[in-house]
């Protein structure tokens, strides 16, 4: 298979996140040339896993790229791999604005079964970031401008989006006011470990933990009820303290 070792440097110009795939411009001997790359983040993120490595690029419009040419497995065309992200100027505009003012309007997409939100100006996609305890956006909010903030700001390989407006089940908002008026709540033991009991709450729609007793004296069992207080809750953690 034919392999071209040198490094060449271009900006991705579109993405086909369905197809999974990218289309790199670049410069070679002063003439403009576009080259096709895949983008398979699920095999990506496997792959990763399996390595113990750091989670991969989520490659975007406008990132400035390292890559090497190779001839396509089916011998019909030469394509990208080795793929290096190196910066996005896009992105960091968007992620010092969000600095400023963390709000930015932009449309929702699916793809994989997945949601992302595509930003109005940029057209750049971010995973949608959906609460374990939100249902998800109704399919007729796919064709209405939205709102949403940008988290995970320090991690620019997990940046993602966030919505202003949420729909939380009824069990979260019970919750919410169980933890303002820190009223007790019975939970059930589902599951016990060297190291803690695990809780569930609510008609078993929200889990939590509590720490063993460090005296081992009392033994917790699958099935026992307990009360409990909700000390801590957001809409990615709850933290509980037996009464």
Known sequence: MF????????????INHEKQYAMIDYI???????????????????????????????????????FQI???????????????????????????????????????????????VKEWDSYLFFPL??????????????????????INLDKPNSIAAELFSHDFIPEYQSALQQLKNKTPIEAIVYKVSPYAVYLNMFNDTIQARIQMSEDGKEVLKEGDKIKVIITYLTSTRIVVERV
């Not at 576009?34 to 390595?51: E, F, G, R, S, Y």
Request: proline share 2%; net charge positive.
């Open 3 to 14: 392999m071209n070792e040198a490094i060449q440097k271009g900006t991705i110009s579109f």
């Open 28 to 66: 070679q001997k002063g003439k403009k040339k576009t080259i096709n790359c895949k983008t398979d983040m699920k095999k990506q993120l496997k792959a990763a896993a399996v390595k113990n490595a750091k989670k991969p690029h989520h490659f975007r419009i406008g990132d400035e790229v390292n």
């Open 70 to 116: 190779k001839l396509a497995d089916r011998g019909d065309k030469m394509v990208a791999y080795n793929i290096k992200f190196l910066y996005n100027t896009a992105l960091e505009q968007l992620i010092n604005k969000a600095a400023i003012e963390n709000r930015f309007s932009g449309y929702l997409k699916i793809v994989d079964d997945s949601f992302f």
């Open 129 to 150: 970031f959906v609460s374990k305890w939100e249902k998800p956006p109704a399919e007729k909010a796919f064709n209405e401008a939205i709102s949403f903030k940008l």
